[in-house]
């Protein structure tokens, strides 16, 4: 599995950027760019995403094993990770599994336990586009205006769009819609642990958002016993891209301090 990856600069210790599901790590740019005044940034397409290869079967600890065989092939160790909802799952299945390859580990509004219906539910996303019929579109707009009718957030909407990709005739979807339908139910688990990860980490949690509740912490402490975590107040599950300049802020505190408290 060769993941596809952008190296946005060779400034100082690696940086890995993980993004989400639909995602891509064009998503996180703005993010990489302004990080690797600092740091050596990688932002990477995990499977089934991005440009990165496409494959039937997707479970934490396959995702992890091809981010861990991207830093073999780089010769990277002593990495900082950062990853938001599926992405920071996979950055948590790493930094457990390969605790000696990971010098801190940064999770954006994701928990490492499994997910019920009642919680981040992407239902309605599926059924939106899986209802677009890519080859036939003539224009992105009408792929927005088909999954309007079973998504209420717009920029929902505009950020699944915009994996839309151009062909000759029609488009098609740049992430594969088939395989994480398919595998949906084993991206809900949450992660597998045989230790824990004892470096320090980082939890930033949306305020508006459900993905980190106080249940969860027993489970995180046990996990990442030297974890902290931090809100951003008036920001959703999406919080880099609600509030882009507060997440860098804490982002590039928490990677560039020399203690952690």
């Known amino acids: 599995m060769r993941l596809n990856f952008r190296q946005f600069s060779e400034a100082g210790p690696p940086l890995l950027v993980l993004h989400g599901l639909f995602g891509n790590l064009r998503n996180w740019s703005w993010h990489a760019a302004e990080l690797a005044s600092e740091f050596s940034v990688y932002g990477l397409d995990l499977r089934n995403h991005g440009e990165s ?4 079967s997707m479970s934490y600890a396959e995702m992890a094993g091809d981010v861990l065989e991207f830093l073999e092939s780089r010769a990277l160790a002593d990495v900082n990770l950062l990853g938001h909802s599926m992405g920071g799952k996979v ?9 000696q390859r990971v010098r801190r580990l940064l999770v954006a509004d994701i928990a490492p336990v499994a997910y019920a219906e009642e919680r981040g539910d992407h239902e309605n996303v ?3 586009l899986l209802a677009v019929d890519p080859g036939s579109l003539a224009s992105r707009a009408e792929a927005e205006e088909v999954l309007s009718a079973h998504i209420s957030e717009f920029a929902v909407v505009k950020f ?9 005739h029609g488009y098609r979807w740049r992430f594969n819609l088939k395989a994480l339908h398919a595998n949906y139910a084993r991206l ?8 824990v990860f004892e470096n320090p980490t980082l939890f930033i949690k949306g305020a508006l958002s459900n993905y980190i509740t106080q249940q969860d912490w027993p489970r995180i402490q046990l996990l990442f016993p030297a974890a902290r975590i931090k809100t951003m107040m008036g920001a959703g599950h999406w919080l880099h891209a609600e509030k882009p300049q507060v997440f860098y802020k804490l982002a590039r505190d928490f990677f560039t301090a020399e203690e952690f408290s």
């Open 53 to 56: 290869p496409h494959t039937d």
């Open 91 to 99: 950055a948590m299945q790493l930094a457990l599994g390969s605790p």
């Open 188 to 195: 809900r688990e949450g992660v597998v642990a045989d230790g």
């Open 160 to 168: 699944l769009a915009s994996n839309l990709v151009r062909e000759a």
């Open 126 to 128: 599926f059924q939106g």
